[in-house]
């Protein structure tokens, strides 16, 4: 079964430091998303991406946040420097993005990056 | 901010089946349900979906009340594994984002 990938699983760095994941969806998916949640709530949308597109990106914070797809496959976010409320669960998930219905449009997860900022 | 209310925490019997409800009264017309589960320190998983019949699949049955203001996912043999948070989530398909709430945090008593 496909799954999306992601690297590091986990990430202890030093505030002020940058920091960078990556994520490397199901084959064909067009459509990528990364998520943060902090410890007991929910996953929040970061940012989303159509193939190379950024698609929403309104809740990352464009000051210490960046995150690209290159070429509409896999992705980076990164972030510099990092604050101690960084501190979290970094999810990508991925969908086929073809409008094709509800059953086309699941978004499945990846294992996540817990991030810990010292 | 989330859509649907859930109850915080639920215990199930191992070997029985583990009913969750999740209260939508807010629905509008094109949202479906969708149900996700997370492990401890795993990233979310996709169980199923809906919009106003009933469905079932491998993994669980989900039962849609036929005013759509509310529904119930059914695990029908829970086991240990089971053991995680559930996330009842609505919305529109199309590559909308998902909005999670705290979902319920579902414990299996052996």
């Known amino acids: 079964e496909a799954e999306v990938a992601q690297s590091p699983r986990y990430k202890i760095t030093e505030k002020s430091q940058a920091v960078a994941f990556w994520c490397d969806p199901i084959?064909?998916?067009?459509?990528l998303y990364w998520y943060r949640q902090i410890l007991g709530q929910g996953p929040e949308l970061l940012v989303q991406?159509?193939?190379?597109?950024?698609?929403?990106d309104s809740q990352l914070p464009k000051d210490r946040f960046s995150a690209e797809r290159l070429k509409g496959v896999d992705s980076t976010l990164k972030i510099q420097p990092a604050e101690l409320g960084d501190s979290a669960m970094y999810l990508c998930?991925?969908?086929?993005?073809?409008?094709?219905?509800?059953?086309?449009?699941?978004?499945?997860f990846g294992p996540g990056t817990r991030l810990t900022v010292l | 901010d989330a859509k649907t209310t859930q109850p915080p925490s639920m215990d199930c019997a191992e070997g029985r089946a583990a009913n969750l409800p999740c209260n939508h009264s807010?629905?509008?017309?094109?949202?479906?349900v969708y149900w996700y589960r997370q492990i401890h320190s795993q990233g979310p998983q996709y169980i199923i979906h809906?919009?106003?019949n009933n469905e079932t699949n491998e993994m669980a049955s989900l039962i849609i009340t036929e005013d759509r203001k509310s529904s119930t996912l059914i695990l029908p043999h829970a086991t240990l594994r089971d053991t995680a948070v559930y996330y009842c989530?609505?919305?529109?398909?199309?590559?909308?984002?998902?909005?999670f709430g705290t979902g319920t945090r579902l414990t299996i008593i052996p």
């Open positions: 807010t629905i509008s017309g094109n949202e479906y």
């Open positions: 991406f159509q193939d190379e597109s950024v698609v929403d």
């Open positions: 809906g919009l106003k």
């Open positions: 989530i609505v919305r529109v398909f199309g590559n909308e984002k998902l909005t």
């Open positions: 084959s064909g998916h067009a459509t």
């Open positions: 998930a991925s969908s086929s993005g073809t409008s094709g219905g509800p059953d086309t449009d699941t978004q499945y």
